[in-house]
């Protein structure tokens, strides 16, 4: 295992094929225009990464004690529409995997690796990735919605919820990255 | 016409695979727009590489362009399209604690995904971040949970709120792009040497 350091290259991998570019931001940022239009088209609604997870949850909920599951609002609403297997967010969700996963490996970007600041330690790192995704995860179940399914989806529609959400998720997001974060990432 | 959800009924099957279809597009521009990349989305909070939001806003205009053009043509019913119903309080205590997990995380759930398709065990180990919420939020909180639902108010768009028909809003954010775009490009020259 290698670590990605200050470079942007991983660490001691000399060998391995150098990382296609990514893509100027405007390019990539039309075709994923393109795929939420798609979206809204053909299927009437937009994207979403974290009601999937939501669906696990609540589905593994039901398989334990199906009497506590439904005691909980939550795990019911999710349960009300199925298995996570014929959820449309969790295939959704595969999907964005599956295409991850082949647009990185295509552009030699694909490396078991910890990603971080050149400042904290890997484990530093591996802990504040799983603080980060546990605070993250619950302001996405109060909004009802992450980057994706919030901001993304809902400014395209000028969802006026939405736009409150990233204007708060940014306000947040730079304060904390000024006041506290700096030696993470600096 | 459109949606064709509205107009045709999908068997469950091909609704399914027209999810699998659409995340694959999703993803693979996620992983070219350098969203796979924990550094990359940070770089945004501290002006030095403003890609992750030229994306973003690039994505949200082109998307609000072509609903209001096919709305116009009348080949898109927007009456059809689900919209999350506003909540401004759960937005903003939302917003905020989603917005502090992203900075001391790194990533935001659709992008965790990307960078663990692409090897990165951060990306992992926030999905799994992601989980443990998603059951502790079901399980501790759904009282909180129901009292939020209840100020939810249902489709609350820019346009219905201030009568200001569509069109107006997206000449505003196609110039609000536009300025933006130039802003983040002078903003990434003043921070360059932020960058590690």
């Known amino acids: 295992m290698s670590s990605i350091t200050a470079s942007g290259t991983p660490a001691g991998t000399a060998a391995r094929r150098v990382p296609a570019p990514y893509w100027n931001p405007y390019l990539a940022g039309f075709g994923l225009g393109l795929v939420l239009l798609a979206a809204y088209l053909l299927a009437g609604r937009g994207l979403g990464a ?137 | 016409m459109f949606p064709l959800s509205s107009t045709m009924e999908l068997t469950q099957a091909a609704s399914l695979g027209l999810a699998l279809v659409i995340g694959l597009g999703f993803g693979f521009f996620l992983e070219k727009a350098g969203f796979g990349s924990t550094r990359k989305l940070a770089a945004v909070f501290y002006f030095y590489d403003m890609a992750v939001v030229k994306v973003m806003f690039t994505a949200i205009v082109t998307t609000m362009v072509g609903i209001f053009l096919l709305s116009s043509a009348g080949a898109l019913d927007l009456a059809e399209l689900y919209i999350e119903p506003s909540n401004y309080p759960a937005a903003i205590i939302g917003g905020i604690v989603f917005g502090v997990g992203f900075i001391v995380g790194g990533y935001c759930p659709g992008t965790s995904l990307t960078a663990a398709a692409t090897g ?77």
């Open chain 2, 120 to 196: 990165r065990i951060d990306g992992w180990v926030f999905i799994a971040g992601i989980f443990i919420a998603s059951y502790a939020y079901a399980e501790l909180l759904s009282g909180f949970d129901t009292w939020l639902a209840s100020s939810a108010n249902p489709d609350v768009t820019l346009p219905s709120l201030t009568g200001i028909p569509m069109g107006w809003f997206v000449l505003l954010f196609i110039g609000f792009l536009a300025l933006a775009g130039w802003g983040m490009s002078l903003a990434e020259k003043k921070f360059a040497g932020l960058r590690p």
């Open chain 1, 50 to 186: 974290t009601g999937a997870f939501s669906s696990v949850a609540a589905w593994i909920a039901n398989l334990i004690s199906p009497e506590h599951a439904q005691a909980s609002a939550v795990h019911a609403r999710y349960l009300e529409s199925g298995s996570p297997a014929t959820a449309w967010l969790v295939w959704l969700l595969i999907g964005s995997f599956i295409g991850a996963a082949v647009s990185g490996f295509l552009a030699g970007r694909t490396s078991l690796t910890i990603e971080r600041g050149p400042r904290i330690t890997d484990n530093q790192r591996l802990v504040l990735a799983l603080a980060g995704g546990i605070i993250a995860g619950l302001g996405a179940k109060i909004a009802r919605g992450c980057t994706s399914g919030q901001a993304l989806t809902g400014a395209a529609v000028l969802n006026a919820g939405s736009l409150v959400f990233m204007g708060a998720v940014f306000v947040a997001g730079y304060a904390v990255a000024w006041l506290f974060a700096r030696k993470e990432w600096l």
